[in-house]
């Protein structure tokens, strides 16, 4: 199933200038280059925000071991 950058945009909780940069920075994309309107696979978003949200838990895991050491050094 193919969405609008709107529907992207809505589904990642960010603008549609923010899916085309994300497009641009390679990060998500189109369905089919060059296609206006931009159009993508749903599958393909989903799979995009799971990745993102690992990173960001991944990187909260970091962040709190972080301070957790920089407290007991304290």
């Known amino acids: 199933m193919t969405i609008t950058t709107?529907?992207?945009a809505e589904m990642l909780g960010v603008t549609e200038g923010r899916v085309r940069q994300l497009v641009?920075?390679?990060d998500l994309t189109p369905?089919?280059?060059g296609a206006r309107p931009?159009?993508?696979r749903e599958s393909e978003v989903i799979e995009y925000e799971l990745d993102h949200r690992r990173e960001k838990?991944?990187?909260s895991r970091l962040a709190?071991?972080?301070r957790a050491e920089v407290a007991s050094v304290c």
Do not use: N, P, T, Y
Request: aromatic share 12%; hydrophobic share 70%; proline share 0%.
């Open 31 to 33: 369905a089919v280059r």
């Open 57 to 59: 838990v991944r990187i």
């Open 6 to 8: 709107a529907e992207v």
């Open 24 to 26: 641009i920075a390679g």
């Open 64 to 66: 709190q071991a972080w």
């Open 38 to 40: 931009m159009l993508f």
